[in-house]
């Protein structure tokens, strides 16, 4: 287990905190009615069950008010301030909830109750009962939010893929690519399937392209830096400083011995350069 590691985010939203405190108060209040800890069923001559229950729940509720302190104090630190906590010291934090409430009712067995017996014994008791109270729904607890963030990163994912899917038939719907000036202005389209290659120099980008099995070229003041996000959503990779290739249009992929080119599906052959920079990138997609 990684103790300097940041605990998860959902350990500390605050409607996951607000269900920690709850669930464990019920979970409180049916274990003190059921296991009846100190003997506390006789702390009050004939009393009956409806009003055990309304004793144990005041008693568990003020209880309970030193978890709620612990876990705002914590969302302020954690969430408020930017203070990232580690899993070493969030079960450190817990154990100090636990030696709190604790020493809590603790206190109450002694100084309310007029309990006879020693401390140390008293407060053993309340430790070990303290525990159970709290560390069994803390437990339940931190699995169900585990699986509810893994479920809702699942269902993000699926969203995110399948908006993917719904916008890839608008792309395959509209093949041409529209080239704009450095303003903003379309000054050329071509069909995507013609393009074969784009070389930008200085402040200017030559557009090459298929025109009857014929070489052709227009060119456009823009920057291959300007136009490269668009152009990678439309499959045309940057492979070197001063070039972009349809990767469509790729017929081979060769090693010679300055590095590596592109031969591009075309008549006459046409060589394009793959920079070092590019290099691994270019090939990771032949992989």
């Known amino acids: 287990m990684e103790y300097g590691k940041n605990i998860p985010k959902y350990l500390v939203e605050k409607g996951n905190i607000l269900k920690l405190i709850f669930w464990t108060a019920a979970f409180a209040l049916v274990f003190i009615n059921v296991y009846q800890p100190f003997n506390s069923r006789n702390w009050i001559s004939d009393i009956s069950d409806l009003s055990y229950f309304l004793y144990s729940s005041v008693l568990i509720i003020i209880g309970m008010s030193v978890v709620a302190i612990s876990r705002v104090i914590m969302y302020k630190v954690v969430v408020k301030l930017h203070y990232p906590l580690s899993l070493g010291g969030y079960i450190a934090w817990i154990v100090a909830e636990v030696l709190g409430m604790s020493l ?21 008791i309340s430790l070990v009962n303290t525990s159970l109270v709290l560390l069994l729904p803390y437990s339940v ?4 939010f585990s699986w509810r963030d893994k479920a809702r990163r699942l269902e993000e994912l699926k969203t995110m893929q399948a908006k993917t899917a719904d916008e890839q038939p608008v792309a395959e719907a509209n093949p041409m690519i529209k080239f704009s000036d450095e303003r903003g202005n ?24 298929r025109d009857n099995n014929k070489l052709a070229h227009f060119m456009v003041r823009n920057t291959l830096k300007q ?16 070039f972009c290739v349809n990767f ?6 060769e090693r010679v011995k300055d590095g590596v080119v592109i031969r591009l599906d075309f008549e ?9 920079t590019y290099s691994q990138e270019v090939l990771n997609l032949f992989t």
């Open 186 to 209: 379309i000054r050329w389209s071509i069909k995507q399937n013609d393009l074969l290659y784009i070389q930008g120099a200085d402040n200017y980008i030559t557009v090459y392209y």
């Open 104 to 124: 809590f009712f603790c206190l109450v067995e002694l100084l309310l109750l007029s309990d006879t017996r020693n401390f140390a014994e008293i407060f053993r």
């Open 248 to 253: 469509a249009r790729i017929k081979m992929l």
């Open 268 to 276: 006459p052959p046409i060589e394009i350069p793959v920079s070092k």
């Open 141 to 144: 607890l931190w699995l169900y």
């Open 227 to 242: 136009i490269e996000p668009e152009m990678r959503t439309r499959n045309i990779i940057r492979c070197h400083r001063s």
